[in-house]
Every structure is written in structure tokens, then in C-alpha cells.
């Protein structure tokens, strides 16, 4: 299962919320082009097809296939920087 802190989904419902995405938009966490295992997250307007939908307190978070065995079991969390930028970061649970 894939959950996420209480800061996290402050920070995604808040963003989501403005008009210009729209009602169904959320955070998308997908592998990365270019062979790395990184993962990119980033605000969209609603799931592509094939992703896996995660909706918690109304912050909705959307995985692609290749994220999603690599989230599982973990958890997300915003953390506010020095400069004031917010940033995702997955965690183990627990």
C-alpha cells in the first residue's frame, strides 16, 4: 500500500486545487526517460491510461506502471527547503 503524510496531502490538495488543472488533476510519479531509476513527480491534469489512482483525504496521487512496485509499501512526504521550495520525497514506512 501506498500512503502518504498529512503534509503531503496538504500540499497536493492545495495545488490541485487551482482552476487551471481542473477537478480531476493530481501529483503523477512516473519512471523517468533515459534508462535511470529515477522517478519524476509532477502536477497533471488526470491519469493516463494504465495508471494506478490514489486518492487519500481528496489529494489524489496517479502511478505509472513502472512506479508503482517501487512505491508500494512506502510513503510520500513534502519537505519545505531552506529557500521556501516544497519537494517530494517517497520513504520507507514506519
Known sequence: MFTMTHKARAVV???TAHPRLGEGSG??????????????VGMT?????????????GARV??????VPRVRGRLL???TEDSGR???VV???G
Open 91 to 93: 520513504r520507507r514506512a
Open 45 to 57: 491534469s488526470g491519469p493516463k491510461e494504465g495508471d494506478e489512482v490514489v486518492e487519500r483525504e
Open 62 to 67: 496517479f502511478l505509472d506502471e513502472a512506479a
Open 86 to 88: 516544497v519537494r517530494f
Open 27 to 40: 501529483l503523477r510519479i512516473a519512471s523517468q526517460d533515459g534508462g535511470t531509476d529515477a522517478l519524476g
Open 77 to 79: 512526504d513534502a519537505v
Open 13 to 15: 490538495s492545495r495545488v
